[in-house]
């Protein structure tokens, strides 16, 4: 099988990931190629033209950097079968990797060895998220915590969250999850999870699959600030679905298919990237993403 390993061209990235490469390939007998990425979307770009230039050939992408990079190749081979996905993590964060605590995403030996399992994505539209896609204060947060990020600042999120207190927790954005209305007057946030967290620390969907054909859903209402700032802990924590006190402030379900509107344009995080509009249709889509898991 080839391994083509698609890096992150980004300038803080690149050379160190390139220099890792070149020491763990160094003397190993597996056929390979590298790929350096040349902007946002360019890894979907080159995944899917190989696939199509060469639909015969048992391909691995390896993505080599963040969410953003996961995301991308997991998009380039969504619903083929003879190509695969590895990931050899890099980056600031890699909320999906979090899912698998005990593999070793940073190790190129136990990567090689992996094993097969597959799992779903969530198409958006015609985008596609494996971890999550969330937006309302969460979006807001993700927007601004990409700006800090790309100024390189120290705790972009904590940054995002900030801003988004004071300008994110009134949203007039309306959820139906496989026809169920999940709210009627504005919102704080909503996930839609395939994996659980986001934000690199935030355990936003502590009972996600990512194998079970389900979109794990939970919108979350408005509140006053001092109840959303002691939620912050708990949410963080993975515990606001069993909370007391803040059960009653959230639609939890699990659905196939979700659609979001909104009056005026509003911004979808789809594993880290920023996709604008005003109408969204969600869908899950079953063991799409033949993913190898690094040897445990």
Do not use: W
Not at 278 to 296: A, E, G, H, Y
């Amino acid at each position: 099988m080839l391994y083509i390993f698609v890096v992150n061209g980004r300038a803080d990235f690149v050379q160190r990931i390139n220099d890792d490469l070149s020491k763990q390939l160094e003397g190993c007998t597996i056929e390979h190629k590298t790929y350096v990425t040349t902007g946002v979307g360019d890894g979907t770009r080159f995944v899917r033209l190989y696939c199509d230039l060469h639909p015969n050939e048992e391909v691995c992408f390896v993505a080599c950097g963040g969410c953003g990079m996961a995301n991308e190749v997991a998009s380039g081979i969504i619903g083929e079968t003879n190509k695969y996905m590895a990931i050899l993590a890099y980056g600031y964060t890699n909320d999906f990797i979090k899912y698998y605590p005990d593999l070793d995403f940073h190790s190129f030996e136990k990567v090689l060895q992996g094993e097969l399992h597959p799992i779903d994505a969530i198409r958006v539209n015609d985008s596609y998220a494996i971890n999550a896609c969330h937006f309302g204060f969460d979006s807001i947060v993700a927007s601004e915590a990409n700006y800090q990020t790309e100024q390189g600042h120290s705790k972009p999120y904590l940054r995002g969250i900030i801003k988004g207190i004071f300008m994110g927790r009134f949203n007039k954005i309306k959820v139906v999850a496989d026809g169920q209305k999940l709210n009627k007057r504005r919102m704080l946030l909503c996930t839609l999870a395939n994996s659980k967290y986001v934000g690199g620390e935030f355990l936003c969907a502590p009972r996600a699959k990512n194998d079970d054909g389900l979109i794990e859903v939970c919108l979350i209402k408005t509140m006053l600030l001092i109840n959303f700032l002691r939620l912050i802990p708990i949410y963080t924590k993975g515990e606001h679905l069993e909370h007391k006190f803040y059960k009653k402030k959230i639609a939890y379900c699990r659905a196939k298919h979700v659609e979001i509107k909104s009056s005026s344009i509003i911004e979808v995080c789809l594993d880290g990237e920023l996709l604008p509009g005003t109408n969204f249709t969600v869908d899950i889509v079953p063991s799409s993403v033949n993913l190898i898991l690094p040897k445990n």
